[in-house]
């Protein structure tokens, strides 16, 4: 499945560099679920520490302009080691937000 759709934010998506970055900070656990949205809530990104794992799941939404239709959504779950692969997804959302 591929699905793709604009997303938009008003500091350049900033605050996402900093959301992984306190998961880096964090690294040897944190309770529940920390969540990142996007301006308008076209992107979500959940972060829980189960497990000696962190567990990503990134939801992309596309409602129907109209409002006629309910539109679609598509998720994917992510785990990784919460030590070097997470310094480089860190890195990773850092050059992506970085232009």
Same mark, same amino acid.
């Given at each position: 499945?591929? *699905? /793709? =759709? /604009?997303?938009y934010h008003l500091n350049g998506l900033h605050d996402l560099v900093q959301f992984f970055e306190q998961l880096e900070r964090d690294w040897r656990g944190w309770e529940g679920a920390r969540t990142w949205r996007s301006l $308008?809530? #076209? %992107? /979500?990104? $959940? *972060? =829980? #520490? $189960?497990s000696s794992r962190v567990q990503l =799941? *990134?939801? %992309?939404r596309h409602l129907d302009p109209s409002g006629d239709l309910e539109g679609w959504t598509a998720s994917v779950d992510v785990s990784i080691d919460p030590g070097e692969q997470l310094s480089a997804v860190v890195q990773e959302v850092r050059a992506l937000t970085a232009g």
């Amino acid at each position: 499945m591929t *699905a /793709s =759709r /604009s997303v938009y934010h008003l500091n350049g998506l900033h605050d996402l560099v900093q959301f992984f970055e306190q998961l880096e900070r964090d690294w040897r656990g944190w309770e529940g679920a920390r969540t990142w949205r996007s301006l $308008e809530g #076209h %992107l /979500s990104i $959940e *972060a =829980r #520490h $189960e497990s000696s794992r962190v567990q990503l =799941r *990134a939801t %992309l939404r596309h409602l129907d302009p109209s409002g006629d239709l309910e539109g679609w959504t598509a998720s994917v779950d992510v785990s990784i080691d919460p030590g070097e692969q997470l310094s480089a997804v860190v890195q990773e959302v850092r050059a992506l937000t970085a232009g």
